[in-house]
T-cell receptor
Framework: EAEVAQSPRYKITEKSQAVAFWCDPI?????LYWYRQILGQGPELLVQ????????DSQLPKDRFSAERLKGVDSTLKIQPAELGDSAMYLC?????????????FGEGSRLTVL | QKEVEQDPGPLSVPEGAIVSLNCTYS??????FMWYRQYSRKGPELLMY????GNKEDGRFTAQVDKSSKYISLFIRDSQPSDSATYLC??????????FGTGTRLQVFP
């Protein structure tokens, strides 16, 4: 069964360091999402890509976060510098690009702890 | 006030019980309503999807939407220990982004 791949699964870093997360969506899925899920809360959209273009990055803290999907396939989310409040699960999801039903396929997430 | 409110629980029930999970929302423009299930240390997976008002049944699961009250529910019949997870409601306007609730943690004990 096709899955969304994410790495690393766990990352511990000190504040002010740089971190990066990688996502490989399900093959053929044009739309890719990065969500942040703080413990005890629901996922919040950080950025949405349609192929290689950013569709929505209104909630992305652009002073420290960046995301790219250069060839319209896999994607990288970077945080520099990391802050204590960035500790969360970073979830990548993909869809066929016709997400009327809301079916996003999520990866297992990358859990970030900032010390 | 958040757009989507959900009781965080935790909710602990015995095996075989009927479980009711609920969300309220403030934006009357929401048209698509979903329930996602998230097991511990995993990503969410879509469980049920409903468009506009009404009921939808899938096996032991029933989703209800009451747009007049801005209230959605997920019912689980004959709950099983394997149903133990966090249940997230989510909703959207047409092709707009999904807005998630905070999730309700459910534990079903044998």
């Amino acid at each position: 069964e096709a899955e969304v791949a994410q790495s690393p699964r766990y990352k511990i870093t000190e504040k002010s360091q740089a971190v990066a997360f990688w996502c490989d969506p399900i093959s053929g899925h044009a739309t890719l999402y990065w969500y942040r899920q703080i413990l005890g809360q629901g996922p919040e959209l950080l950025v949405q890509f349609q192929d290689e273009s950013v569709v929505d990055d209104s909630q992305l803290p652009k002073d420290r976060f960046s995301a790219e999907r250069l060839k319209g396939v896999d994607s990288t989310l970077k945080i520099q510098p990391a802050e204590l409040g960035d500790s969360a699960m970073y979830l990548c999801a993909s869809s066929t690009g016709r997400p009327i039903t809301g079916e996003l396929f999520f990866g297992e997430g990358s859990r970030l702890t900032v010390l | 006030q958040k757009e989507v409110e959900q009781d965080p629980g935790p909710l602990s029930v015995p095996e075989g019980a009927i479980v009711s999970l609920n969300c309220t929302y403030s934006n009357s423009a929401f048209q698509y309503f979903m329930w996602y299930r998230q097991y511990s240390r995993k990503g969410p997976e879509l469980l049920m999807y409903t468009y506009s008002s009404g009921n939808k049944e899938d096996g032991r699961f029933t989703a209800q939407v009451d747009k007049s009250s801005k209230y959605i529910s997920l019912f689980i019949r004959d709950s099983q220990p394997s149903d133990s997870a966090t249940y997230l409601c989510a909703m959207k306007i047409n092709t707009d982004k999904l807005i998630f609730g905070t999730g309700t943690r459910l534990q079903v004990f044998p």
